[in-house]
């Protein structure tokens, strides 16, 4: 089992809709990221948190230490969210340690 | 240049070959770290430089070599690879104290 698992790990959605990811981890962790990956590899941060809830546009990030799981929702989803969604904790300083990715397809 | 440049974009050896990737970043942090992305599996963290010193290496395989000559260049010498290790390997930076880490968009790495 691993220590980060995401659910779900493939999503198909209308646009429009309102998009939910999951993300359980077992360890201890100092910070919890989410993390966007598109076709071609590159990857980009969304958000980093400890703690609560973070909102950037259409993106909320939720995060409960004590049931150690957090979400990622997406709201009025659009074809250009298509992506891969990664969880990773960080563990101490500098270690990350990933979830599976959730792929993420929005149709119009 | 800004962020994280990774070159080249894509690569393909044979695995009698001896190959390196190169990463830069522009960002002026002092950490360095290399992933590797393997089909169908997570992100799996290699090694970590800090200040040009290697910090954490995650028990990979001698035939990767990392070489960090400064805090804004980091290397990765490939050499006898197995097909297995075909993969998307990434590099990232961060600044000491500060938990996010900045990508660079990886080399593909295609080994026949």
């Known amino acids: 089992k691993n220590e980060v698992e995401q659910s779900p790990q493939n999503l198909t959605a209308q646009e429009g809709e309102f998009i939910t990811i999951n993300c359980s981890y077992s360890?201890?962790?100092?910070?919890l990221h989410w993390l966007q990956q598109h076709p071609g590899g590159g990857i980009v941060s969304l958000f980093m948190l400890s703690s609560g809830k973070k909102k950037h546009g259409r993106l909320i990030a939720t995060i409960n230490i004590q049931e150690k799981h957090s979400s990622l929702h997406i709201t009025a989803s659009h074809p250009r969210d298509s992506a891969v969604y990664i969880c990773a904790v960080l563990q101490g300083a500098q270690k990350l340690v990933f979830g599976q990715g959730t792929r993420l397809t929005i149709n119009p | 240049e800004t962020g994280v440049t990774q070159t080249p974009r894509h690569l393909v050896m044979g695995m009698t070959n001896k190959k390196s990737l190169k990463c830069e970043q522009h960002l002026g942090h002092n950490a360095m770290y290399w992933y590797k992305q393997s089909a169908k599996k997570p992100l799996e963290l290699m090694f970590v430089?800090?200040?040009?010193?290697?910090?954490e290496n995650n028990s990979v395989p001698s035939r990767f070599s990392p070489e960090c000559p400064n805090s804004s260049h980091l290397f990765l010498h490939l050499h006898t690879l197995q097909p297995e290790d075909s993969a998307l390997y990434l590099c990232?930076?961060?600044?000491?104290?500060?938990?996010?880490?900045?990508f660079g968009p990886g080399t593909r790495l295609t080994v026949l």
């Open positions: 990232a930076s961060s600044q000491e104290g500060v938990p996010a880490q900045f």
């Open positions: 430089y800090n200040f040009k010193e290697q910090t």
């Open positions: 360890v201890g962790i100092s910070a």
